[in-house]
């Protein structure tokens, strides 16, 4: 959501209408439509900035790039995948089966590729969506934003940055022709993206600076590949795949127990992870140098084998200083130490409580997404509506993300509410549906309270977890089955309904 509508052409198109628009197709909004033309509720759209579906896996191609979640759980239930090449699937194979599924369920067509949707607002009298976007305009009588939290590169606010002469690019917008070789390169971030990089480079690089700000805890990575004959049993003995997956769930979720319950419990993964830094670095200053100062899980608990081999190869330097300026080709450290480089690459996170997206959404009362959430913080109904926004839902809104296990098990529980809640608006005859702010509001005192004892809120670390309020609008703070069974039904009771004018005109006669 950024281009203007230039193209004149474009701009004399007429006015679209599908009955439900769907906003970017990553597993989220390609789950949606699915599960749309499944219930055949065919007059739908998806609006996706992209040429191809995809979402942060189409866009996030950097060398390493790779998913800390397991192949068999990272996948939707009803597209089991016997085929993944390893226990943890790469990028570029993920990719691959998001554009097959979309294939294989025929939603294609329904797609509006490179379709940049610029803004969304409420007409309160026609009771529809007025959405404009670098493809024309469109209404709709309900809008799905499923852009997820983590599109829209954050760059860092250091002195002197857009001044840099030499290659500069985003972890997400990886520029594949900049040829790094023997290049002195530098890298901002010692995030999940940062230490996949880092060692995917180091070899090929001349110099690599690793400028890290907080240091990462960092557990083994139990990745590999699977061999011909696990294949051939994923796809041949029935029920084996549901029960691999069933078992990564299980085990993964025991982790809700340290994470959100009792924090203490999180020094049992600190030992393994302190193991594994004292074995795999031995130089002390360079291991005090990567020490975090913070309890594991607070900040996401990263998974390698090989970026604390690589931080220990001669050619590279980790940095602590903190950045004072990038000049034209080189970054000075507040130190006073100038190291020059040929490129830079900033691996510093994602808008995620304060998308720009954000800016573009206008709800009933003409105020936007940005300036609610700037009142009363990011809070949302089960992460799926926001009063002040009628007919409006979101996938992946206000705390819904996870740390420890699949984002796709939450983006298929509220599949299912949103998939309920437009089958209950069109069984109900009703003409919006807005959740009602004392339900809202009591749902977020539940979830602070939930979220006050976990080690994201008492565990000694800031995070993209938390807004500028101090409050953790990110995270879901219990069992994943929870939220599962919290979004099983449209609870239509929850919300403030009003009737088509049909069944107004039915009920006053
Ligand atoms: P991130 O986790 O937000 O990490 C950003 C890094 O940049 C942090 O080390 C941060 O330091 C640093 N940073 C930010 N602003 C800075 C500044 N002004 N100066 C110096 N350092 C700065 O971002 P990410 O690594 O792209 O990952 C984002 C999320 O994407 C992950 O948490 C995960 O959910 C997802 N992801 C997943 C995978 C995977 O599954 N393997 C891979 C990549 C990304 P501080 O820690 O001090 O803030």
Redesign the pocket.
């Known amino acids: 959501m950024s281009r203007k509508v230039t193209d004149k052409a474009v701009v004399n198109r007429p006015t679209r209408h599908a009955k439900t628009i769907i906003i970017g197709s990553g597993f989220a909004g390609l789950g949606l439509a699915i599960r749309l033309t499944q219930q055949g509720r065919n007059d739908y759209l998806v609006l996706e900035r992209g040429s191809d579906v995809g979402g942060t896996w189409r866009d996030?191609t950097y060398p390493g790039a790779?998913?800390?979640?397991p192949s068999h759980l990272y996948s939707y239930s009803f597209e089991l995948n016997p085929n993944w090449s390893r226990s943890f699937s790469r990028q570029g194979e993920i990719q691959q089966y998001i554009e097959k599924v979309s294939a294989r369920y025929g939603v294609r067509d329904k797609h509006l590729f490179d379709c940049d949707v610029t803004s969304a607002r409420w007409n309160n009298d026609s009771a529809v969506w007025e959405i404009e976007s670098s493809q024309g305009s469109f209404t709709a009588d309900t809008v799905v934003s499923a852009v997820g939290a983590?599109c829209e590169p954050a760059l860092?606010?250091?002195k002197g940055i857009n001044g840099f002469e030499g290659e500069v690019f985003h972890?997400a917008r990886w520029n594949h022709d900049a040829d790094l070789t023997g290049k002195r390169v530098a890298i901002?971030?010692?995030?999940?993206?940062?230490i996949?990089i880092v060692p995917a480079i180091a070899p090929k690089v001349g110099r690599l600076d690793v400028?890290q700000?907080?240091a990462p805890w960092l557990l083994p990575r139990l990745d590999r590949p699977y061999t011909k004959a696990e294949r051939l049993a994923f796809r041949h003995v029935p029920g084996l795949q549901r029960l691999s997956r069933a078992a990564i769930y299980a085990a993964r979720e025991t982790q809700v127990v340290g994470l959100a319950k009792v924090p203490a419990l999180m020094q049992v993964l600190e030992l393994v992870a302190k193991a594994k830094l004292r074995g795999e670095i031995r130089d002390p200053e360079l291991r005090a140098k990567v020490t975090p100062n913070f309890r594991i899980g607070c900040?996401?608990m990263l998974i390698s084998n090989d970026y604390y081999p690589t931080l220990a190869r001669p050619n590279v330097d980790v940095v602590t200083d903190g950045?004072a300026e990038v000049r034209k080709n080189s970054i000075v450290t507040k130190d006073g130490t100038e190291r020059e480089i040929d490129a830079l690459i900033v691996?510093?996170?994602?808008h995620v409580t304060d998308s720009p997206t954000y800016d573009t959404i206008t709800g009933r009362d003409g105020r936007t997404l940005s300036e609610v959430f700037d009142e009363i913080g990011q809070q949302g109904y089960k992460g799926s509506t926001i009063a002040n926004f009628p007919n409006m839902f979101f996938l992946l809104g206000p705390n819904v993300g996870l740390g420890h296990t699949s984002m796709v098990y939450m983006i298929e529980s509220q599949i299912n509410y949103v998939a309920d809640a437009l089958a209950t608006v069109d069984r109900m005859g009703l003409r919006t549906v807005e959740v009602r702010r004392d339900m809202q509001d009591a749902y977020n005192k539940d979830l602070q309270q939930k979220l006050s004892g976990s080690v994201w809120v008492t565990g000694g670390c800031s995070s993209?977890y938390l807004d500028k309020h101090g409050n953790n609008t990110t995270l879901w703070p219990d069992f994943t089955f929870e939220f599962r069974r919290r979004t099983k039904r449209f609870d239509v009771a929850a919300y403030d309904v009003s009737l088509s004018r049909a069944d107004l005109k039915a009920v006053a006669q």
């Open positions: 996030n790779a998913c800390d979640v983590l860092p606010d250091i972890s901002i971030g010692t995030g999940a993206s940062a996949q400028y700000r907080t900040k996401r950045i691996a510093t996170g994602f993209w």
